[in-house]
């Protein structure tokens, strides 16, 4: 059936027409497409002068945004807390979240997409470093976490965790020299988060010096999340945390949490030595995830408090430990033989940059210009003797799988942190102003927010096996909205990827 042209008279003028035959499998028979293609004048088809376009604006890529921007009420919670300025403030989260640039980029950047049409605000250099330190000085970033938590969905379980942040900057009073969670040897500060577990979305954050460790921030943590409002069922900590102190808070605050036992603690080391019946006793044999897995409650005290708490032991997982050790270890010994010290080199410093992490497993001695390995047996046999163990503390009324569940799900955070240093940050800050810093860190937490919904989107419809979100980014970006001549705004036409793409997370163009 080939397609044919066709006049049409209506009101007495002729139109031209395409059309389309096709055969209609529900009615049995043959149909038509008509498409309008001009006036008909004296035999000859006139057709329609379409307006040129005047601009292309990148437009697909902001559509999941746009849509996760509304459902989770942000816009109007900047509308609510910056009245006068939340365009901006959404400007640069998209930016973040999309393409993140220097702040004298990104005017640029915005001229050429849809939020041109919708900012009209001049977006310098001076403008918004301005505004970042007006917004750092202030409490608004408090007031967005207040308010989007009352407006987030009941809320099951909170998952902690601490990271460090650095910057080029030798003038901000942030900023200090701590241990580096990068190992790039520049100031820092850290960053403490507080994310949903279920849904991976963040929900609270705060800003330390540099120098502050980990164990000493819960006490701040517990009050900030009291007066954001965020109530949860388990506070979920890394052992990192682990201290009296903060145990102690925990508990005097009634919070119900699961914590990491560290290794290093005196009464963990004596639970895992006589933890061998563990082992030998069938009756604390469980399943979980398919796999079988050995159970024992536990009990310790730590300050005034008794805790209670499960230690787990994993066969498979012992093996694969103690193989993974061996082999590191081997290896270490041999690179250490092999080393021939330079007179010029402190063996010390040699050895410690050979052995690393493995250096307290070995004893040295200097024989002419090489070492001698001795291997320390004993600590050996302490670090085996832990592999396949793990100790798991709680406070509140939690079954052994829900403890051990949670806690393995607690990297959903150290996810929060992966992202927002290799796509929302993308390199050290250069802001020279501490207030600066933190308005910059309140946008990077927005945009936090905006690529875990998107995750939290793509994996419900099961659209991460198919695509990551750069690549689902690019796929979209490809949709463009058009300014012709006359005003109008189209939409380029949308092809089958992208349709299924809009169709699956329910979006439209």
Not at 275 to 280: A, F, I
Request: charged share 25%.
């Amino acid at each position: 059936m080939k397609s044919f042209e066709r006049i049409k008279t209506i009101n007495g003028k002729e139109y031209a027409y395409f059309i389309t035959p096709y055969y209609d499998k529900e009615l049995k028979k043959i149909r038509h497409k008509s498409k309008y293609i001009g006036k008909s004048v004296d035999g000859k088809v006139i057709r329609p002068i379409k307006p040129l376009p005047t601009v292309v604006y990148s437009y697909g890529e902001f559509i999941p945004y746009n849509h996760i921007l509304k459902q989770l009420e942000i816009t109007n919670i900047l509308k609510e807390i910056c009245p006068k300025k939340w365009n901006i403030i959404q400007c640069l989260v998209l930016n973040r979240v999309l393409r993140p640039l220097a702040i004298q980029n990104i005017q640029r950047w915005l001229d050429g997409t849809i939020l041109s049409e919708e900012c009209k605000s001049g977006l310098s250099s001076q403008s918004l470093s301005n505004f970042l330190t007006e917004i750092g000085s202030s409490s608004l970033p408090q007031h967005f976490m207040h308010r989007f938590v009352e407006k987030t969905e009941k809320i099951n379980s909170v998952v902690y965790d601490l990271t460090s942040l650095s910057s080029y900057s030798k003038l901000n009073s942030l900023l200090e020299f701590g241990h580096s969670k990068d190992g790039d040897g520049l100031p820092q500060f850290n960053l403490s988060l507080a994310v949903d577990k279920e849904r991976g979305i963040p929900l609270v954050y705060d800003i330390y010096p540099g120098s502050i460790r980990d164990v000493s921030v819960i006490d701040n943590t517990i009050k900030r999340m009291k007066d954001t409002g965020v109530e949860f069922s388990a506070l979920v900590l890394d052992r990192g945390f682990f201290s009296t102190s903060n145990i102690d808070g925990l508990v005097s605050n009634k919070l119900p949490f699961i914590i990491g036992a560290p290794f290093t603690l005196k009464e963990i080391k004596s639970i895992i030595s006589k933890s061998h019946e563990v082992v030998e006793d069938p009756n604390l044999v469980h399943m979980y995830n398919k796999k079988s897995i050995f159970v024992k409650d536990v009990n310790l005290d730590i300050g005034s408090h008794n805790i209670k708490g499960y230690l787990f032991y994993d066969i498979k997982r012992e093996q694969e430990e103690k193989n993974s050790f061996y082999v590191r270890l081997h290896e270490t010994r041999d690179a250490l033989l092999k080393t021939t010290i330079q007179k010029w080199i402190t063996p010390e410093k040699k050895f410690e940059s050979i052995a690393k992490d493995m250096k307290s497993y070995f004893e040295y001695k200097i024989n002419g210009n090489a070492f001698e390995i001795t291997l320390k047996t004993k600590a050996i046999a302490q670090r085996i003797n832990r592999m396949g163990k793990m100790i798991i503390l709680y406070n509140g009324n939690f079954s052994w799988e829900q403890v051990l569940s949670m806690y393995k799900e607690k990297d959903v955070v150290e996810k929060c942190f992966r992202t927002l240093k290799s796509d929302i940050l993308a390199s050290p800050l250069n802001a020279q102003k501490s207030d600066a810093v933190k308005g910059i860190v309140f946008i990077m937490f927005v945009a936090l927010i905006l690529r875990f919904k998107l995750f939290d989107m793509m994996r419900c419809v099961k659209l991460e096996q198919k695509y990551n979100v750069s690549a689902l980014m690019l796929e979209l970006e490809k949709i463009k909205k058009v300014k012709l001549q006359n005003g109008e705004m189209v939409t380029t036409e949308v092809t089958k990827k992208q349709r299924d793409i809009l169709d699956a997370l329910k979006l439209c163009a």
